[in-house]
């Protein structure tokens, strides 16, 4: 099974280092964005475009893709007919979310990873666009792009250390229709970063969904 593996903004593949051995009975290819194309991208789609020119030709039965990453997925296969069979969001917003979905790690794996995982993103946040940076962070919605994808889609997330939380999809603000279009799994004590935080459960629920289990 192949994969193609995508990054959120101000992030490198080497965040998914935790699960790459974990993971290493699939044959993934990990994304990384040129500097050169992220400086000029003003929008998510820029960098769908680049990611189409780069890999379409590559069949993947599958497309993980991390926050930003997600919508890169979502948009290769609705407006652009990219051929996998699943997509697999991890912490993805499609649309403004509630605070419950509005940190980064867990306090106690930000005194752990914090340091690690800002300086990552310090470092290539001059390589991107105010204009991208700010697509994501208020008044957007992708949703559509769930709407007109044939893919079969999940959505893995972090619980919060909130253990059945009731209100964890309605605080993804998601439209019925579109919800009832995704399969969603949660990570326990986790937050915008499982594949940090608890990378053993994440590479357990990405190999169930794509063995199909």
């Not at 697999?88 to 509005?102: E, G």
């Amino acid at each position: 099974m192949r994969g193609l593996f995508l990054s959120g903004i101000k992030c490198k593949p080497s965040i998914w280092s935790r699960t790459d051995d974990l993971l290493s009975h699939l044959s993934i290819d990990y994304v990384e964005y040129p500097h050169s194309v992220t400086q000029e991208a003003n929008s998510v789609s820029d960098l769908t475009k680049w990611v189409l020119a780069t890999y379409r030709n590559t069949p993947y039965d599958f497309v993980v893709g991390h926050s930003m990453g997600g919508i890169i997925a979502l948009e290769l296969a609705a407006d652009w007919g990219f051929a996998c069979r699943r997509i697999i969001l991890v912490d993805t917003n499609l649309k403004p979310a509630n605070p419950f979905y509005r940190n980064l790690l867990t306090p106690r794996h930000m005194e752990e990873y914090g340091d690690e995982l800002i300086q990552v993103m310090q470092a290539e946040a001059p390589y991107y666009r105010e204009e991208l940076r700010s697509s994501l962070q208020a008044d957007f919605d992708y949703s559509s792009y769930v709407r007109r994808a044939s893919q079969e889609i999940y959505a893995i997330y972090g619980d919060r250390g909130q253990h059945g939380y009731p209100d964890r999809i309605r605080d993804l603000c998601l439209d019925e229709d579109v919800a009832e279009r995704i399969s969603f799994a949660f990570v326990e004590d986790a937050c915008h970063m499982p594949m940090m935080e608890n990378p053993q459960a994440l590479a357990e629920t990405i190999s169930n969904i794509v063995s199909g289990t």
